[in-house]
């Protein structure tokens, strides 16, 4: 084993354009799912290197570190069943900063476990491809820790880009990734009417999309929340079809159509601030827009074709505090490699 390393990995954070939602398994599995998914300027960087002592594991994670010798007492969960599925159990210090918050709706911890993925294969000298990065981060997130979520996050991080994926299976496996056959000015017209803003809200996804799932259950045949995911995954076909033919601003309307669908799934969607917000956004000019994730907080997305200044200053008034972003096209990198 080598003596010394260092290792960072890049990895996007993603927004979601289409059919948000349909990708949780509990759905997915028994109705099938269909997204769009794109990754965005927004990273989560991991460092992996060697300490001078090889039998210790040293974790630096937010505002948290750790210094252990057993990789079962690693405190921080998805660095723990990353390091056990890698096969990477001593002698290793992983430390992790992003240009985002935990919870803001961006799929961070998607990114998080394909970056910490990444940099430890890359580590071992053991080629992986992009899609099994994000299947194997998926394993861990929902079968090892349990998570009532979908596989979006991890392939889309993995993968970067703007991307079509499809479920259609009992196993809720991904069948189907594409390229979106979306012209380049229709990117640059999207990237351009695209606004994002910091709602300072820290939200739980897990909590939001248990919360769906427990409603569903309670009338298998006949919910509100099924009905909506129906409705979602509807939507998203038609977004697909509004991008490839270059008509963004129907893609902007759709926003504001998918928000409303997507407030009846939990009542944990929404606040009453959240909601106020918005309806300043689309009084000031947005055709539509949405909390980014599950909902509750987070980061909003708005499309704003005309007055963008005007708008930003509205958004300020309010509160909300405005991020720039670009797409990104590469997805999971590694930016350094001294190994």
């Not at 599950?294 to 505090?321: D, I, S």
């Amino acid at each position: 084993m080598r003596q010394r390393a260092t290792i960072i990995t890049q990895t996007p954070m993603r927004i979601t354009l289409g059919g948000g939602g349909t990708d949780v398994l509990w759905y997915s599995k028994k109705y099938g799912g269909a997204w769009i998914s794109a990754t965005i300027d927004k990273y989560v960087f991991v460092t992996l290197n060697l300490p001078e002592d090889k039998n210790i594991i040293r974790i630096a994670h937010g505002d948290k570190a750790a210094f252990v010798s057993d990789v079962n007492d690693v405190p921080n969960e998805i660095i723990r069943e990353c390091m056990k599925l890698a096969g990477v159990t001593s002698g290793i210090e992983i430390s992790t900063v992003a240009d985002a918050s935990a919870r803001s709706g961006l799929g961070g911890s998607g990114a998080f476990e394909v970056g910490v993925l990444n940099a430890l294969y890359t580590y071992l000298r053991k080629p992986v491809s992009p899609v099994q990065l994000g299947k194997e981060a998926c394993h861990i997130e929902i079968e090892r820790m349990g998570k009532s979520i979908g596989p979006q996050d991890q392939y889309i991080v993995s993968l970067g880009g703007i991307k079509y994926f499809e479920i259609n299976n009992p196993n809720g496996e991904v069948d189907k990734i594409e390229d979106l056959a979306i012209s380049s000015h229709a990117v640059s017209e999207l990237e351009h009417n695209l606004l994002y803003f910091r709602t300072g809200i820290m939200r739980d996804a897990n909590s939001v999309l248990l919360d769906q799932k427990k409603t569903s259950e309670l009338k298998p045949d006949h919910n509100e929340v099924v009905e909506s995911l129906h409705e979602i995954k509807e939507l998203g076909q038609k977004v697909k079809r509004y991008l490839e033919k270059g008509d963004i601003d129907a893609f902007g309307k759709s926003l504001d159509t998918h928000w409303l669908i997507k407030k009846r799934l939990s009542k944990k969607v929404s606040t009453s601030q959240i909601d106020t917000w918005y309806a300043e956004a689309m009084k000031a000019g947005a055709l539509g827009g949405k909390i980014m994730g599950a909902g509750g907080g987070g980061w909003f997305m708005f499309y704003v074709p005309r007055n963008k200044q005007q708008f930003r200053e509205r958004m300020a008034q309010v509160g909300l505090e405005e991020k720039k972003c670009r797409f990104d096209w590469e997805g999971t990198k590694v930016i350094i490699n001294l190994s």
